[in-house]
T-cell receptor, first 115, second 106 residues
Framework: GAVVSQHPSWVICKSGTSVKIECRSL??????MFWYRQFPKQSLMLMAT?????????EQGVEKDKFLINHASLTLSTLTVTSAHPEDSSFYIC???????????FGSGTRLTVV | DAKTTQPTSMDCAEGRAANLPCNHS???????VYWYRQIHSQGPQYIIH???NNETNEMASLIITEDRKSSTLILPHATLRDTAVYYC???????FGPGTRLSVLP
């Protein structure tokens, strides 16, 4: 079955630094990738939709200059949290797939802690 | 994307069928219904999806009403490991609602 690898699974960084999270589709090509964040006891909140070769579409209220998304190939998308602050601490999850085909496969998530 | 409505929580006895409903009354004709579940601190796991016909796989069955305004996910013989939050999604943009927290009880 389809596998999505997300790396790192957890990261601790200092306030003011940047962190990059990778999302790879291992055995299929994904034209679309979604990025979510999830706070404890809450549902997944869609941050942005990333289509290969084009700029990401951000949801309302998500700062595109703070959460940089790159989807340069059909198997890799990255999310960079720039100038991280403690309030950015969260569980970040990606998913990858092809619209209308078999649904989307999710990564195992990245727990970011900013200290 | 169609807005979905699910019960906040449900209990089910181990070994019995778990029937999880989802309302998606504003769904468009070409929008699929997807079901995922999430176990604590993991990424969501795909369960099943469908357009208008009922679907079955090794994990579950999906019953979609004829008017496509609602659907039911059926776990035929629930086990303790099925305890999770179950999400119903209708449409392409994959926006998650609050989901249903299913507790399978021994």
């Amino acid at each position: 079955g389809a596998v999505v690898s997300q790396h790192p699974s957890w990261v601790i960084c200092k306030s003011g630094t940047s962190v990059k999270i990778e999302c790879r589709s291992l055995d299929f090509q994904a034209t679309t990738m979604f990025w979510y964040r999830q706070f404890p006891k809450q549902s997944l909140m869609l941050m942005a939709t990333s289509n290969e070769g084009s700029k990401a579409t951000y949801e309302q209220g998500v700062e595109k200059d703070k959460f940089l998304i790159n989807h340069a190939s059909l198997t890799l998308s990255t999310l960079t949290v720039t100038s991280a602050h403690p309030e950015d601490s969260s569980f970040y999850i990606c998913s990858a797939g092809v619209p209308g085909l078999y649904g989307y496969t999710f990564g195992s998530g990245t727990r970011l802690t900013v200290v | 994307d169609a807005k979905t409505t699910q019960p906040t929580s449900m209990d089910c006895a181990e070994g019995r069928a778990a029937n999880l409903p989802c309302n998606h009354s504003t769904i468009s004709g070409n929008e699929y219904v997807y079901w995922y579940r999430q176990i604590h601190s993991q990424g969501p796991q795909y369960i099943i999806h469908g357009l208008k016909n009922n679907e079955t796989n090794e994990m579950a069955s999906l019953i979609i009403t004829e008017d496509r305004k609602s659907s039911t996910l059926i776990l035929p013989h629930a086990t303790l490991r099925d305890t999770a939050v179950y999400y119903c999604i209708a449409g392409q943009n994959f926006v998650f609602g609050p989901g249903t927290r299913l507790s399978v009880l021994p």
